[in-house]
């Protein structure tokens, strides 16, 4: 039985970077976690601000390799990392930029002693000023290379706060877990908020099926022009959803594989492009 739950907070430490997902529960004091990961996302399905579909005629492709860790302070405290050590962005019409994207930093505390519900608070750090411009890849009509835009950071300081619960089941087998999230954002873009909730369930003691709900909105009923780019996220809105796999391989190892995709149906597709998102991580822990 202790087995299968560690491996049910191993799952959730992963659920942590994919699609956002979070957990009420926290690692154990000097508890390490490590989890690498890569990542893929192509489309020309281009959602406009005003939540109208627009095929822009090119395919914007971004792929990205992740680093994330966990380490227990204590029994109720977490300190977070996540780190897209890599990030590469492109369209099909020009050449590929890449980068450093943005830095998070967080620590998670356990609110209560025999319930998990939590309280994160993660601090969102630019990897740049938001200026990333690629070339297109052949001339324009006037013999110019003209170039974009493609940051692979937005350029400014978030602050996300985060509440979440879990629940284990009897069997040891399944759970359940939900969360809401707003998103504090620095110059004068809009703040976000986001919610979801995931079920997930053990299968021959070995592999993990997982499936994730989730809605961003934009609190703010202005609207702000500060950027155009789908990039800097200013304006987006969603619903997605996506099913995880995660294989024990070892005591320690872990293999998960994910994807994701996003919907209008609870909440419109604004800025945005949409399509699948395929990744592949291993998980690592102590």
Request: aromatic share 14%; hydrophobic share 35%; proline share 1%.
């Amino acid at each position: 039985m202790k087995k299968i739950k560690n491996l049910i907070f191993v799952f959730f430490c992963f659920s942590a970077v994919c699609l956002q997902a979070q957990s009420g529960w926290t690692r154990e004091a000097k508890g390490l976690y490590l989890q690498a990961s890569a990542s893929h996302f192509s489309s020309n399905d281009y959602y406009t601000t005003e939540g109208r579909l627009a095929d822009q005629g090119s395919t914007f492709n971004t792929s990205a390799f992740l680093i994330y860790g966990e380490y227990g302070i204590s029994n109720r405290l977490t300190a977070i990392v996540d780190l897209p050590l890599v990030r590469l962005n492109s369209f099909s019409t020009t050449e590929t930029v890449g980068g450093v994207g943005n830095i998070q930093l967080g620590v998670k505390y356990k609110l209560l002693k025999n319930f998990p519900l939590s309280l994160q608070v993660a601090l969102d750090i630019p990897s740049n000023d938001g200026n990333n411009f690629a070339q297109s890849k052949n001339a324009n009509d006037f013999g110019e290379f003209d170039e974009i835009n493609l940051p692979l950071s937005d350029g400014e300081f978030n602050i996300w706060t985060t509440l979440a619960a879990s629940h284990g089941f009897k069997n040891g087998k399944s759970y359940v877990s939900a969360f809401s999230s707003v998103n504090f954002r620095t110059e004068n873009f809009s703040n976000q908020f986001q919610a979801g909730a995931e079920v997930g369930h053990l299968f021959f003691n070995k592999l993990y099926l997982i499936g994730k709900l989730k809605i961003q909105e934009r609190l703010s009923s202005e609207n702000n022009v500060q950027s155009g780019s789908f990039l800097f996220g200013e304006g987006t809105t969603f619903t997605s959803y996506g099913i995880t796999s995660m294989y024990k391989l070892t005591d320690h190892l872990n293999l998960v594989a994910q994807y994701s995709d996003y919907s209008g149906f609870l909440v419109e597709r604004k800025n945005i492009y949409d399509g699948g998102t395929f990744s592949l991580g291993v998980a690592f822990e102590l």
